[in-house]
């Protein structure tokens, strides 16, 4: 399903955690997000769909960091150096198809209240809606992502946020490619080299719980046992 | 594959069959005639409602695909059941992607530095 929950994750997630603490939050904004790199693996197995995600932001520029300085906003998470360091953020999606319908798509609630759908478009089209739930039982839609797959190799992925108005407050653009698990891995280690990602900020945070995640050492062996839960059998 | 032959009512039919679409009830109408009349004069037990689906399958399948949000449909079919490798779109989600991936504000700027506390109506930034 072309599971873009990143940005959704950190709306959401931002959302919570100013229910319960705000130290809690991790200010990723610190990063750029206008370019960044996505790790993604996926499978299916029955009627069920697996996807794991590493995502690699690059340092700031120096020129933002003092900006973010003057207005007294954080400028880094983790153990890095704003304007030296990158950072990863991990992201997890499992999803089952809980009602038959027309074509294999799947319904389900994301963090057990928030209503997605994934349906299929055509023979190379996927589009996977977020709604937020109303107090009134209806629901507002608040992210909308279609992903197309133009070759068995290339597919693209472009979301559009909306407010509880309906107002669109961001879209995303991911132009992703298919690799052999080599090349995967290499392009891991050279983006990690690029972006000099310390080892303990290296799939140390679950995006959308804004925790540590695993009990694992952060590192590059946790990035590679996060990925590769994709293809381990469903018990 | 989700579309059951037995659940097509008369019910189901007026409200999936779009209003172009006169030449399909006619036909179906018509289906249905004939298969009360043959269910009475060959005594099946059958539901009559099952005949015209045996005869008229072709029909069937196109009110199948005006139609995807009924319950009577999704009804039959075990979620369980469901091979999502069986359709294209998820055999391509299946493998190692690298991806490129870009943010844009509501105004088409690049997002240089994301600020999801201004994403919401209500601000969340601490007082």
């Not at chain 1, 705000?22 to 960044?36: I, K, T």
């Not at chain 1, 880094?76 to 038959?100: E, K, M, P, R, Y």
Request: hydrophobic content about 30%; aromatic content about 12%.
């Amino acid at each position: 399903m072309a599971v873009q929950l990143e940005w959704f994750d950190i709306l959401i997630s931002s959302l919570i955690s100013q229910f319960s603490s705000y130290h809690s939050l991790f200010d990723y904004s610190a990063y750029p997000y206008s370019s960044y790199k996505g790790f993604i693996t996926g499978n299916v197995e029955g009627n069920a769909y697996r996807q794991r995600n590493v995502f690699m932001y690059p340092p700031s520029t120096e020129k933002d960091c003092r900006k973010r300085q003057s207005r007294n906003q954080s400028t880094i998470v983790g153990q890095g150096t704003c304007g030296i360091n990158g950072n990863s953020l991990v992201f997890s999606a499992d999803q089952n198809a809980t009602t038959c319908n027309d074509n294999a798509s799947l319904e389900g609630l994301y963090w057990g209240f928030i209503p997605t759908t994934t349906r299929l478009v055509g023979d190379n089209a996927l589009l996977y809606q977020v709604f937020y739930p109303l107090p009134d039982g209806s629901a507002s839609l608040i992210q909308s992502q279609l992903t197309t797959l133009t070759t068995g190799s290339l597919r693209t992925r472009t979301a559009q946020s909306f407010n509880q108005v309906g107002e669109a407050t961001s879209a995303s653009f991911y132009r992703e490619r298919k690799v052999s698990k080599d090349e995967f891995f290499k392009e891991l280690n050279n983006t990690i080299q690029s972006f000099n990602i310390l080892p303990s900020d290296l799939c140390y945070m679950d995006g959308f719980t804004k925790k540590k995640y695993g009990s694992s050492t952060p590192g590059y062996e946790q990035c590679i046992n996060h990925l590769q839960q994709s293809f381990e059998p469903l018990l | 594959m989700c579309c059951p032959e037995e659940t097509t009512t008369n019910a189901h039919l007026i409200t999936t069959v779009q209003p172009n679409d006169r030449s399909i009830i006619t036909i179906r109408s018509f289906s249905i005639v004939i298969s009360i009349l043959l269910a009475c004069i060959v005594g099946s037990d059958q539901d009559i409602y099952d005949l015209p689906q045996r005869f008229f399958g072709d029909i069937k399948d196109i009110s199948c695909q005006q139609d995807t949000s009924t319950s009577l449909q999704r009804d039959e079919c075990d979620p369980k059941d469901v091979v999502l490798a069986d359709h294209r779109q998820w055999r391509g989600e299946v493998g190692y992607w690298l991806g490129e991936l870009s943010l844009y504000q509501s105004d088409g700027s690049p997002n240089e530095s994301a600020d999801w506390r201004k994403l919401f109506l209500f601000d969340i930034t601490p007082n």
